[in-house]
């Protein structure tokens, strides 16, 4: 089989009334029906609406309310045609195939009509075989109905009838924006007389349970070697024979050949077998001194080539080839778990894995347009924030191939839902039986498609499905038990969670006993609820949970007219509401820093309490490893531009402070303090413990604490050594000391953890910040951030590799208080920007070393204009850094040709 991609070919796109394309003429006057627009470019993958804004029919949509202009493109019926030329080997077979038509299809070929469709997550496809041999070329037109009436956030699921991705209707992250177009690859595959099917191959491996060395590093997170084991793959390969070739199936003689190559190319196992038509083939490789797959700062993730060829007589008439990794995959309770709990612990390779977990939407609203480089810019985001399991949304998508070979690549375990998602009115999973027929069609595809990545590790029934308010929805529930089935029937190596949360409650709960697989809170709790809630909770795992926080200064400019950058409740604009209701922090953060006065002052403040209110949360459950299985963020992400919002990372790829707070508390060594508010008296005792978090056992460790003021007066000491436990927390010691007297009402307590093992790169200290005023909590930190000057100077050229540019620099405190959060941004806004220490705090006097990473933006659809900037410019990374209310600084020297 081959195939051959026809999404490059010359597209276009016409809008028309709905039925008008099938009518055609009008039957009162016998003259053409024109359509609401002419024929334009379209893009494919992609989407009718960026075909539409580069026609200039509609303004941008992300900007402002344009979006509420734009929401007639759903009601009308887009026709895409193209012209394809015939193969020039031609086979057996050529199938016109459509991996995603959204949403409701009529396909044509030659001015037939080949057949319909509905559903995005399965393919159409349609034998062209006979049309070809009668032309060289074959107009193709595809016809795209209005969209469906579906369920936005706010609705019934239990009315739920379509397979259609529901954030797009409205949820509280993103605004309705329907989709409508062809959002995935279109292909002729061209098959020869006998075709391999469905694959389903699986590797498992004997390992030493006993082992928990880690090795190596990467990038400052603890990678081990992979370690090695007795590795074996297993492959159920269906043979198919083509329809035109009935008949030979006596004369062939069909063979099966499997070979399986290391990471370094040399061929590591081979068998072969007989095939027969019509059933399944089973062949098992074995190798010997496998080199093992490990999640993300568990160890390295080697992958192996697997390739599938079918011969007849002799000369291969197929072939197949698979990147995978070889590991021992298992699940286990929590400790301390009741007995009716699911099995919430993922273990690798005889390891158990610390779920240090993000939650993913769409990339885009507009989610055909989503480019490669997008998939690896947010799995590399997922990768150097110590991530190590992404949760695919069931309110979102089945995504495309890239993100899953990514997550293989990178070692990211995947948790996919089915489509399906709560709606408030009511949350009961739909029993409809058109509902059921697609539900079972898409998720059959989706089984097909990704078991074979090794990353994947949960499937789920959908999101916060629930059977009464505050239950989840179990196995009883028909609709569930039909998914159940299918993941048993088709990759039944996989754990499948009815829904997430899994119950037996759906939110978190203060009541012991209850809190197994958990979601909620969405935004900070208040002082000191927010630290007595979560410090002291027992769930087994938190599986979705999160904290809302304004987008940086420089994107709320991008999608924000001038007349509405100014700090104000989403009660009283629309504009904001219209970019984020829910997640309005005005109130909150006016409480905690008083009045704010500019809206960089706002996007400052508000970052701080996501970040701060995220990170107890990640470090409180942390401490509870393993009778707490694992964290998973609301969000990593966002589909479209809000001013306020859970995620962590913005629409433009811009990552918030609460990313970088992410990316420490899940450091594969870190120290966290366990306290339980932030506000104490002048000479208050403050007497909590501080406890040690590591990915491996028996690494000898040192914590050094320093409580300072905002001049750096020095107050208390202590330190404290240790060595980190087996598969827990290390209680290291208890901090005690009275609460000084300081001038701006602020005391900082400074954390470090060190080992001389040179395999952990030494993590950056945290610093927590806590209160002794008697007005807002951190209004000090308006007054004295004023007073903070950092200086910066470019350390070392820019360097390039694998399209990555790297630089060095410098950064000094030359003030007379502390740079709070001190962080870079990139200027030119033609690169994507991280760096391995983001945020942090410079006393008076101190510098720190920091190395910045820009990768050329790659973004599609409505980011397009940013990646045609970044092509058409030689234009090396700029970098400015600025803190905590600090104006931004130009006082640092330019490369050579910037």
Not at 207 to 235: F, H, M, Y
Not at 754 to 778: A, H, K, M, N
Request: glycine share 8%.
């Amino acid at each position: 089989m081959r195939e051959i991609d026809i999404g490059g070919s010359a597209w276009e796109v016409k809008g028309f009334w709905p039925w008008v394309p099938i009518k055609g003429t009008s039957m009162e006057l016998g003259q053409e029906l024109l359509g609401v627009t002419d024929w334009l470019p379209a893009t494919i993958p992609g989407g009718v609406h960026y075909d539409l804004y580069r026609a200039g029919l509609i303004a941008h949509p992300y900007k402002d309310l344009n979006s509420l202009q734009c929401e007639w493109v759903e009601n009308r019926w887009w026709l895409y045609r193209t012209e394809v030329s015939r193969p020039e080997q031609t086979g057996e077979r050529i199938e016109l195939v459509f991996k995603g038509l959204d949403y409701e299809a009529v396909v044509y070929a030659g001015g037939k009509l080949l057949g319909e469709h509905k559903g995005m997550y399965h393919e159409a496809a349609f034998d062209v075989t006979a049309l070809f041999e009668e032309r060289a070329t074959l107009e193709i037109a595809v016809l795209l109905k209005h969209a469906p009436d579906e369920m936005a956030q706010i609705g019934k699921t239990s009315e739920t009838f379509t397979q259609k991705s529901r954030f797009n209707y409205k949820w509280d992250f993103s605004t309705r924006l329907v989709n409508l177009g062809i959002w995935d690859d279109v292909v002729l595959r061209v098959h020869e007389c006998h075709s391999i099917g469905e694959v389903y191959l699986h590797t498992d491996a004997d390992v030493d349970t006993d082992s928990d060395s880690v090795t190596a590093t990467r990038g400052g997170r603890t990678e081990g070697a992979g370690g090695e084991g007795k590795g074996r793959i297993r492959l159920d390969v269906e043979i198919e024979q083509i329809a035109s070739a009935v008949g030979t199936e006596a004369q062939a003689n069909l063979r099966l050949i499997a070979r399986c190559y290391d990471p370094q190319g040399k061929l590591a196992a081979e068998r072969e077998t007989e095939a027969r038509i019509g059933g399944e083939v089973v062949l098992e490789l074995e190798i010997p001194q496998a080199q093992l797959w490990y999640p993300n700062g568990y160890g390295a993730q080697p992958l192996y080539q697997v390739r599938l060829l079918l011969q007849a007589d002799g000369v291969t008439v197929d072939e197949r080839a698979y990147r995978t990794g070889i590991r021992k995959l298992e699940y286990v309770a929590n400790e301390g778990a009741p007995a009716d709990a699911l099995p919430y612990t993922v273990k690798i390779n005889g390891k158990r894995i610390y779920i240090r977990g993000v939650n993913m939407t769409p990339i885009d609203h507009l989610y055909g347009n989503v480019t490669d480089g997008q998939y690896a810019w947010a799995v590399r985001l997922m990768e150097e924030g110590n991530v190590n399991l992404v949760r695919v949304w069931g309110g979102g998508l089945i995504e495309k191939t890239r993100l899953y070979e990514l997550c293989d690549e990178n070692g990211i375990l995947v948790w996919q839902e089915f489509i399906q998602s709560s709606s408030g009115v009511d949350n009961i999973p739909s029993k409809k039986p058109e509902f059921l027929e697609l539900l079972e069609r898409s998720a059959r595809a989706a089984l097909a498609s990704r078991r074979n990545h090794v990353s994947l590790v949960v499937w789920s029934g959908g999101n916060e499905l629930m059977s009464e308010p505050n239950k989840p929805s179990d196995l009883t529930d028909g609709n569930l038990a039909l998914l159940r089935d299918l993941v048993r029937k088709y990759d039944p190596n996989r754990l499948f969670l009815p829904t997430s949360a899994s119950g037996p409650v759906e939110y978190i709960t203060e009541e012991k006993g209850l809190g197994h697989d958990v979601h909620g809170h969405w935004k900070y709790q208040g002082n000191p609820r927010h630290y007595e809630l979560y410090g002291d909770n027992d769930n087994l795992f938190h599986s979705e949970f999160g904290v809302d926080g304004l987008s940086r200064i420089k994107s709320l400019h991008k999608f924000l007219g001038e007349a509405h950058r100014e700090p104000v409740s989403m009660k009283t604009s629309m504009v904001w509401r219209h970019h984020g209701e829910w997640w309005d922090t005005l109130e909150r953060d006016e409480e905690v820093f008083g009045p704010m006065k500019t809206l960089a002052d706002f996007s400052d403040c508000s970052q701080w309490m996501q970040a701060e209110g995220l990170r107890f949360i990640l470090e409180a459950n942390r401490r509870r490893k393993f009778n707490n299985s694992g964290s998973i963020i609301w969000q990593l992400n966002e589909p479209w531009p809000n001013v306020s919002c859970t995620n962590l990372v913005d629409y433009y790829g811009e990552p918030k402070m609460a990313y970088y707070w992410m990316k420490q508390a899940f450091a594969p060594l870190h120290v966290s303090l366990d306290y339980r508010k932030l506000d104490y008296g002048k000479g208050e005792p403050f007497r909590h413990s501080l406890y040690v978090h590591a990915c491996e056992a028996g690494i000898p460790v040192a914590v050094t604490v320093e409580v300072l003021d905002v001049q750096g007066t020095v107050h208390h000491v202590a330190r404290y050594e240790g060595t980190t436990a087996n598969e827990r927390a290390l209680r290291i010691g208890e901090l005690d000391f009275r609460m000084p007297d300081t001038n701006d009402g602020l005391v900082l307590v400074r954390v470090r953890c060190e080992t001389e093992r040179c395999d952990f790169l030494q993590q950056p200290p945290s610093v927590y910040f806590f209160s002794i005023s008697d007005g807002p909590l951190y209004a000090g930190a308006l007054t004295f951030a004023r007073n903070a000057k950092t200086a910066v100077r470019r350390h070392g050229e820019w360097r390039y590799a694998e399209g990555l540019a790297t630089a060095e620099f410098v950064i000094a405190n030359e003030g007379t208080a502390a740079a709070l959060h001190v962080h870079a941004e990139e200027l030119t806004d033609l690169y994507w920007m991280d760096t391995d220490d983001q945020y942090f705090t410079l006393l008076p006097g101190e510098t720190r070393g920091v190395s910045v990473r820009c990768v050329p933006k790659t973004g599609g659809g409505f980011l397009a204009e940013e990646v045609a900037a970044a092509q058409a410019s030689d234009t090396l990374p700029q970098i400015r850094f600025r803190s905590f209310l600090e104006e931004p600084t130009t006082d640092y020297e330019r490369n050579d040709g910037q």
